[in-house]
C-alpha cells in the first residue's frame, strides 16, 4: 500500500551554522569534546556554500538553518558586520534560486563571546542585546525566509547549560536554569513581535525538544518524572505565543536511576536489549506519543523541525526514515494537524560536546578533507520527500 502525503506539507533538511561553520569568536570555540576533537574547525561549510547548496536543493524542498550571530554582529548593538551579509545573501539567494525555501533559526545553543561574558542568558539586561540583533536579521534576510523559529530547543540548551553541565556556560544550578528558562521565555515573545511587525503572515514557533522520560526500575520514576516535568512542562510553557508548535524528536531515555543511553552507559544499554543508534535508544513511536501529548496540549499545527539518528554505519537510517514517515502519515489520519517534517542532519557534522564522531547526516561528512559523500538512506529520504510518499 502506498502512503500518500498532502501536497502541501513541507519537507525539509536542517542544520545549525555552529556545527556547519568554522567556528567564529563564539562561546563554543575550544571546548574539547568527548571524542577529543576541539570545536573550532567543523564542515568548511563557508568554503563551500554553492555545493552545499547544490546538495541541500537535492534533497528537499525546505531548509532549516541559521546565522552564526557571532560573525554577523561582533559588538553589542553593533551594525551587521558586511561581508558576512554579503555572503550569507549570496547562499539564500542561490538556495532561493534553486527554489528551497528556508526556516530560519534565530539561535540555536551558541553566542557570541561578548555577549556569554556579559552573563549571556542569565541577565535579563541582556534580552535586549539579542533583540536588537533579530530586529537586524528580519531587516537585512526577512524576504528570503518563509517559517521563523527563534529558539532551537531552549530545554536541552537551559537543561545541558544550567542543569548537567554538558554546554557552556557548564553550570549545574537549577536556579540559574530556571531564570535562563524565563529570560528565553520573555525573548522569545519579543522577537515573536517584532518579526509579526515586519512579516504579519508568516509563521512564527519554537522548537522543543521532545523525549520520552521512561522508569526501568522504582528507582528510576522519580528522576523520569522530574525530567519529563520540566524538560516537557515546565521550559514549553514559557514559549507559548506561537503559531506552530515545533518539537525535535529522537528518543526515549530509559531511568534506573540514571539516564540510560548508549554514551553515557553502552553497558547498560546493551544489557537493555533494545535497538539503539550510535547514541541514545531507537524508539520511533515515541514520537507518536509527543505528536499526541502537544497536539492535545495546543491544538496548534505541528512542525517536526528535528528527527533523525546517529548512525555512522547508515543501516538504522535507512530504516528510521521508514518508521517515522509511517508514523507522521497515521497521525495525519487521525486528525493531528502536522504540516511538516525536517531531518537532522543534511550532512554529518559536529555534535556539540560529543563531537563528530556522532554522525547524523544524509551525507557523510569526511573529516579529513569535508568531501560530502551521499549515503544510502539519501535515496530512500529523496523519495519520500519528492515523490510524498512511502510504502505502507
Ligand atoms: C540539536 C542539534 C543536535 C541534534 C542531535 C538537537 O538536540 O538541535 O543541534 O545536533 O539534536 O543531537
Not at 48 to 68: E, N
Not at 219 to 240: I, K, N, Q, Y
Not at 293 to 301: A, L, Q, T, V
Not at 322 to 343: N, P, S, T
Request: aromatic content about 16%; some cysteine; hydrophobic content about 40%.
Amino acid at each position: 500500500m502506498r502512503l500518500i502525503f498532502p501536497r502541501d506539507f513541507i519537507f525539509g533538511t536542517s542544520t545549525a551554522a555552529a556545527q556547519i561553520e568554522t567556528a567564529f569568536e563564539h562561546d563554543w570555540q575550544g571546548v574539547v569534546a568527548r571524542d577529543g576533537a576541539v570545536f573550532d574547525r567543523t564542515t568548511d561549510h563557508e568554503l563551500r556554500l554553492k555545493d552545499d547548496a547544490k546538495l541541500i536543493a537535492s534533497l528537499a524542498p525546505y531548509y532549516r538553518m541559521g546565522f552564526l550571530w557571532s560573525k554577523l554582529q561582533r559588538e553589542p548593538l553593533g551594525k551587521l558586520h558586511k561581508p558576512t551579509v554579503k555572503i550569507y545573501r549570496g547562499f539564500l539567494d542561490d538556495l532561493q534560486k534553486r527554489g528551497v525555501k528556508i526556516m530560519m533559526v534565530l539561535h540555536h545553543f551558541t553566542n557570541p563571546t561578548w555577549f556569554a561574558k556579559r552573563g549571556g542568558w542569565e541577565k535579563e539586561e541582556n534580552i535586549d542585546l539579542w533583540i536588537n540583533y533579530c530586529k537586524k536579521v528580519i531587516d537585512e534576510f526577512g524576504d528570503y525566509v518563509s517559517v521563523w523559529n527563534t529558539f532551537n530547543e531552549p530545554n536541552v540548551y537551559a537543561s545541558y547549560g544550567w542543569v548537567t553541565g554538558f554546554f557552556p556556560p557548564f553550570k549545574t544550578n537549577l536556579y540559574l536554569a530556571s531564570v535562563v528558562v524565563r529570560n528565553l521565555g520573555t525573548a522569545h515573545n519579543r522577537a515573536y513581535k517584532q518579526i509579526k511587525k515586519r512579516y504579519p503572515k508568516h509563521p512564527v514557533g519554537i522548537s522543543h525538544n521532545a523525549t520520552i522520560f521512561s522508569a526501568e526500575n522504582l528507582l528510576g520514576w522519580f528522576p523520569a518524572r522530574l525530567g519529563d516535568w520540566w524538560f516537557m512542562e515546565f521550559v514549553p510553557s514559557h514559549f507559548e505565543k506561537v503559531d506552530f508548535f515545533g518539537m525535535s524528536y529522537y528518543t526515549r531515555i530509559p531511568h534506573d536511576p540514571v539516564p540510560i543511553t548508549n554514551v553515557l552507559t553502552p553497558e547498560k544499554m546493551k544489557k537493555l536489549g533494545r535497538p539503539h543508534d550510535d547514541m541514545w535508544e531507537y524508539h520511533p513511536e515515541g514520537l507518536r506519543k509527543c505528536l499526541d501529548r502537544y497536539w492535545n496540549k495546543y491544538k496548534k499545527p505541528i512542525i517536526i523541525t528535528e528527527n533523525g539518528v546517529a548512525d555512522a554505519s547508515d543501516t538504522l537510517r535507512q530504516q528510521a526514515i521508514k518508521d517515522y514517515a509511517k508514523i507522521m502519515h497515521q497521525a495525519l489520519r487521525d486528525g493531528i494537524d502536522l504540516r511538516g517534517y525536517f531531518w537532522w542532519s543534511t550532512w554529518d557534522n559536529f555534535e556539540w560536546h560529543l563531537g563528530p564522531s556522532c554522525r547524523f547526516g544524509l551525507y557523510a561528512c569526511d573529516w579529513e578533507t569535508k568531501e560530502r559523500t551521499p549515503r544510502p538512506s539519501t535515496e530512500i529520504f529523496k523519495k519520500l520527500v519528492w515523490g510524498k510518499m512511502i510504502d505502507g
